[in-house]
């Protein structure tokens, strides 16, 4: 690894330190080298807050003249935001050099923060571990380019293959480690979303409780309005909770969420109650929903995998076999790349990435 790639390795870490609390911006880190040593750094740290880029300038204690600013994503230009642009500010530092991992899709940066800096004598290099940036940015790059959230199917499954013993019990597999790992995961999502059966059955929280973060905000799919409507995401004031259903859906069960301050989305289905998942993404989008983790249930994860609508699919195997039950959702795997592995305590990690092509990524 040479030094700008070691440099940049640094921002990344900074960048990922604002999962959870600048989305829909993307996550930036950035620090400032002088004579090979590190004199300052910064991220954007929550949503309408400052830049990394003016974060690092600002806390730097010493004349900028000459220096390098290492940056993950293209510094902005635009005015069209709640915080002043970081380009003018590059500029008027002194420093000499930029040197960037990502170009910025927004169409209203897209290499213009660039010419700019160009433009005034500032020496720029850009594509720096890009591939890793990108992965860093997933959200915001398919957001930007799409108007769609990043989907992450996340399921833990038995090693023989087994989800659940069935879809009326609820079924424990991994260990608590594989726990705190989820809930880590959650902080980092805009939201998280299950089934309506998933919460008849779980009763889960949604919540992040295993590590300290922000709670995603909690989205129940349901066509005909059939959750239990004392279920604790319908009761606690923990986090936003939005269920998505049937505009044709009795509107007796619709009123009963109306009554407990339920945000409800409601859509026109296809046939009888089903509504179609890509019409639920462009209305979580219209929500400022940039990333979607998905738990639950079966029928959900089946559902998303058939429409081709999972970036990423995220497998946690435990170490026991139930030998009846519920078998894991197939995908076909020549879509998907093998991305990561880990050992979570005794539970393995596979992520599987989607085929990056154009409509993710910017060119």
């Not at 002043?84 to 213009?112: F, H, M, R, T």
């Not at 380019?145 to 990043?150: A, E, F, G, R």
Request: hydrophobic fraction near 35%; charge should be positive.
């Amino acid at each position: 690894m040479n030094n700008d790639e070691r440099y940049m390795d640094l921002c990344f870490k900074l960048a990922i330190k604002g999962a959870g609390y600048v989305s829909p911006n993307p996550l930036v880190g950035a620090l400032i080298v002088k004579d090979n040593e590190i004199i300052s750094t910064g991220f954007h740290e929550k949503y309408g807050g400052a830049h990394a880029e003016a974060n690092a300038i600002k806390s730097a204690n010493t004349n900028l003249k000459g220096c390098t600013l290492y940056c993950n994503l293209e510094p902005c230009v635009h005015t069209n935001k709640q915080t002043p642009p970081c380009v003018p500010l590059i500029i008027e530092s002194g420093i000499k050099k930029v040197v960037v991992a990502n170009l910025d899709p927004n169409p209203e940066v897209n290499g213009k923060g660039i010419t700019k800096l160009l433009e005034n004598g500032i020496e720029v290099r850009y594509g720096i571990m890009e591939e890793k940036g990108k992965y860093i940015n997933r959200f915001f790059f398919k957001y930007m380019k799409t108007k769609l959230p990043y989907v992450t199917l996340k399921i833990a499954t038995s090693l023989d293959g087994r989800i659940s013993l069935s879809n009326t019990e609820q079924t424990w597999l991994t260990g608590p480690q594989s726990k705190v790992f989820v809930h880590k995961q959650r902080s980092t999502y805009d939201a998280i979303l299950v089934g309506a059966n998933t919460i008849n059955v779980d009763d889960p929280k949604l919540t992040v409780r295993e590590i300290k973060g922000r709670n995603p905000i909690r989205v129940i799919l349901d066509g005909n309005f059939n959750a239990n409507i004392h279920s604790k995401v319908f009761n606690d004031k923990e986090s936003r909770t939005i269920i998505i259903g049937s505009a044709n859906a009795n509107k007796e069960k619709k009123e009963k969420f109306r009554e407990k301050n339920i945000e409800i989305i409601e859509i026109e289905p296809i046939k009888t109650h089903y509504i179609e998942l890509i019409n639920v993404l462009r209305s979580l989008s219209k929500n400022n929903i940039t990333s979607l983790l998905i738990e639950g249930g079966g029928e959900v994860f089946s559902a998303f995998v058939k429409n081709n609508l999972a970036d990423e699919i995220m497998i946690l195997t435990a170490p026991i076999n139930l030998g009846y039950g519920i078998d894991i959702i197939s995908f076909n795997k020549e879509d998907y790349i093998l991305h990561y592995k880990e050992m979570i305590g005794n539970d393995l990690l596979t992520i599987y990435k989607k085929k990056e092509n154009d409509v993710y990524w910017f060119n």
